[in-house]
């Protein structure tokens, strides 16, 4: 067990709808990472927060959204959905950047 | 831009014989190299990292990793290769002193081990 923790494990909405996924990370990290997995485009890295502020961005569609609250925990807000947009959804946390970040065990979102 | 290339999609290898997963990447400046381990319906799963020091890097369940700057090469190994260490292996790079976690993967090699 990782420490981090996702919710829900599973997902399963219609085109065009909202999703919201929520990350819990270890006690004590600041980082908040989330990053999508699809067969095929891979492991790619959406955005980072770290202690409430946004860090880095990745390839995250302008549907997508994020934030981290003053307790630590994220949401990965997820609108107007596709098809394309099943994946598995991993949320990772670290104490710094530049450190090991340790993975939840994701959310699978399936679009029908 | 850092990138990650991990030619090999798949690894065959019988249990007791020692194992390679290559990985190569490519940075601007001095990376931080790490390997993941994702089991079927699980997160990923730390095994090792390197940032600086020994080139030969030692992580979890036995596995080790050898940096080469000249070959840009970061080659996940284990002597002796367990059924259990079938999964999918992801090598991961981020630069040193960026300050926050972009780590980039590469598109993973699913390790088999036959008994």
């Known amino acids: 067990d990782s420490g981090v923790t996702q919710t829900p494990k599973h997902l399963i909405t219609a085109t065009g709808q909202r999703v919201t996924l929520r990350c819990s990370p270890r006690s004590g990290d600041l980082s908040v990472y989330w990053y999508q997995q699809s067969l095929d485009q891979g492991l790619q890295f959406l955005i980072q927060?770290?202690?409430?502020?946004?860090?880095a961005k990745g390839n995250i569609l302008e549907r997508f959204s994020a934030q981290q609250f003053p307790d630590l925990h994220s949401e990965l807000n997820l609108s107007s959905l596709e098809l394309g947009d099943s994946a598995l959804y991993f949320c990772?946390?670290?104490?710094?950047?530049?450190?090991?970040?340790?993975f939840g065990q994701g959310t699978r979102l399936t679009v029908v | 831009a850092q990138s990650v290339a991990q030619p090999e999609d798949q690894v065959n290898v019988a249990e007791g014989n020692p194992l390679t997963v290559k990985c190569t990447y490519s940075?601007?400046?001095?990376?931080?190299l790490f390997w993941y381990v994702q089991y079927p319906n699980r997160g990923l799963q730390f095994l090792l990292k390197?940032?600086?020091?020994d080139n030969l890097v030692k992580g979890s369940y036995g596995f080790e990793a050898e940096f080469n700057k000249s070959q840009t090469s970061f080659h996940l190994k284990k002597p002796s290769a367990l059924v259990s260490d079938s999964a999918l292996y992801f090598c991961a790079v981020t630069q040193w002193g960026t300050g926050f976690q972009k780590l980039v993967f590469g598109t993973g090699t699913r390790l088999l081990v036959s008994p």
């Open positions: 940075v601007s400046g001095n990376p931080y």
């Open positions: 990772a946390s670290s104490v710094v950047g530049d450190t090991e970040a340790f």
């Open positions: 390197y940032i600086t020091g």
């Open positions: 927060y770290y202690n409430g502020e946004e860090r």
